[in-house]
């Protein structure tokens, strides 16, 4: 049997999500014994210069007896980073003017900007 036919045997259930150049493949696959186990795939779209692409791919492989203790601390640090820095996401990737703000920056008073002025750029939305 082909590697690939046996890769499609193995998946039971799956779910994709996109997100940007990532995607993330959410894959419930089964063991040689017919267990069950997770496998987290990241797959991120490179484009070289000529144009043309290649993916990059990292896996996670989840077992059922790691379940209750992944669940809880990726819980966790979702929990703390939501709950520390909120929602909205703040990135130069995300915003071509974002510069960070070193902390001896933002006590010179000749580097204070005035947060009453936003400057919008629709082309970003």
């Known amino acids: 049997m082909r590697e690939q036919d046996m890769m499609d045997k193995e998946e039971i259930f799956s779910k994709v999500l996109r997100a940007g ?3 993330y493949f959410f894959d419930v696959r089964a063991t040689k014994a017919e267990d069950y186990y997770v496998t987290i795939t990241e797959s991120k779209k ?3 210069a000529d144009g043309s692409f290649h993916f990059k ?3 996670i492989y989840l077992y059922k ?3 209750t203790a992944f669940t809880e601390i990726l ?3 979702t929990d703390y980073v939501l709950n520390n820095k909120g929602e909205e996401v ?5 915003q071509k003017d974002f510069k ?5 920056e933002e006590n010179d008073e000749t580097t204070k900007i005035d947060k009453s002025f936003t400057d919008i750029d629709f082309d970003d939305i």
Do not use: G, Q, Y
Not at 90 to 94: F, L, N
């Open 90 to 94: 703040i990135s130069d990737r995300h």
């Open 100 to 104: 960070k703000v070193s902390s001896f």
């Open 21 to 23: 150049r990532r995607t």
């Open 57 to 59: 791919k990292h896996k």
């Open 65 to 67: 007896e790691d379940f």
């Open 75 to 77: 819980t966790e640090m």
């Open 46 to 48: 490179f484009t070289e």
